[in-house]
């Protein structure tokens, strides 16, 4: 893993192919402490998740696509986006980025600038 990606604010996991862990930074790790934190590393991601996420999991590793929502847990919402990654235009797996948002996030709608 990068460095920059070890001590990001949001918990980055990453999955191979087949839905074995390879990568969760120090924020994923404390986030899923109560599981194992690093020892999940090498781990079944399926086995990680309940339905119907171990579902729609499945169906992202086997037609990889971006999966974006935002969850509410113990008082915190967070936004959840797992996308794809790839190695030389191959499916390598899956990255799932979690990030707590804040309670009064603010949203802008920007329009393009004109090109000159």
């Known amino acids: 893993m990068v460095?920059?990606?070890?001590g990001f604010a949001g918990a980055v996991t990453?999955?191979?192919?087949?839905?074995?862990?390879l990568e969760m930074n120090e924020q994923a790790q404390q986030v899923f402490a109560k599981y194992g934190g690093d020892t999940l590393i090498g781990a079944d991601l399926l086995e990680c998740?309940?339905?119907p996420a171990?579902?729609?999991l499945v169906e992202?590793?086997?037609?990889?696509a971006v999966n974006a929502y935002t969850i509410e847990?113990?008082?915190?919402k967070k936004l959840i986006y797992q996308a794809p990654w790839y190695?030389?235009?191959e499916f390598g797996g899956l990255v799932e980025i979690s990030l707590v948002l804040p309670e009064n996030m603010p949203h802008f709608v920007r329009t393009p600038v004109p090109a000159k």
């Open 3 to 6: 460095e920059w990606v070890k």
């Open 14 to 21: 990453v999955c191979d192919k087949n839905g074995i862990i």
């Open 49 to 51: 998740h309940p339905e």
């Open 54 to 56: 171990r579902s729609k």
């Open 60 to 64: 992202l590793l086997k037609q990889p």
């Open 73 to 76: 847990k113990n008082g915190m």
């Open 87 to 89: 190695d030389n235009g």
